[in-house]
C-alpha cells in the first residue's frame, strides 16, 4: 500500500453506513489507517445525525472539515 492514510468519504445515505466497516476493515487489513470524511452534510437532516451516531459507534477518526449539500435551483 502506498498510502497509510485512507480518506474515506461518507454520505448520510444508508448504503454508505453499510459499507463503511468493510471499507475501514480493509484500510486496517493493508496497515493503513482510515479518517472519514462526511460529503453532502446537511446537519438539519436525520440521515445525518444518524451517520455521526454510526461514526460515534465505530470509534472512526473523522475530519473536523465536512463537504456540504448543494442544491443548484434553476
Known amino acids: 500500500m ?3 492514510v485512507v480518506v474515506v ?3 448520510p445515505s444508508g448504503h454508505d453506513v453499510a459499507e463503511l466497516p468493510g471499507t475501514l ?11 472519514v470524511l462526511v460529503t453532502m452534510a446537511d ?4 440521515l445525518y445525525r444518524e451517520l455521526h ?7 472512526v477518526p473523522v475530519l473536523g472539515a465536512e463537504v456540504p449539500a448543494r442544491q443548484q435551483v434553476r
Request: glycine share 8%; net charge negative.
Open 43 to 46: 446537519p438539519r437532516t436525520v
Open 25 to 35: 476493515d480493509f484500510v486496517a487489513a493493508v496497515g493503513g489507517t482510515a479518517v
Open 2 to 4: 502506498a498510502a497509510t
Open 9 to 11: 468519504p461518507v454520505s
Open 53 to 59: 451516531e454510526a461514526l460515534d459507534q465505530l470509534a
